[in-house]
């Protein structure tokens, strides 16, 4: 059985609407806020790569950076 919204009454129709808008909203937030976490995760990357690829001391990423000295040494890893 398919439902129109012409067929619905108008408060009904209404609040499925608004329930459509909002899930709407919520996904391209959530997809905004997917991106930018994405964005910056790759560019912090791209930084800490770039420090061990000058030669910089993981002790001092680590400390510029606020990560764990484990987490650079498995960057410096993965780039070999």
Do not use: C, H
């Amino acid at each position: 059985m398919n439902l129109y919204k012409e067929d619905l009454p108008p408060t009904l129709a209404a609040v499925l609407e608004l329930e459509r808008q909002e899930g709407f909203e919520q996904g391209i937030e959530q997809g905004i806020e997917q991106g930018i976490e994405q964005g910056i995760e790759q560019t912090i990357k791209q930084i800490i790569s770039g420090l061990i690829e000058t030669g910089a001391d993981d002790e001092w990423i680590a400390e510029v950076s606020k990560l764990p000295v484990a987490k650079i040494k498995e960057i410096r890893e993965v780039l070999k």
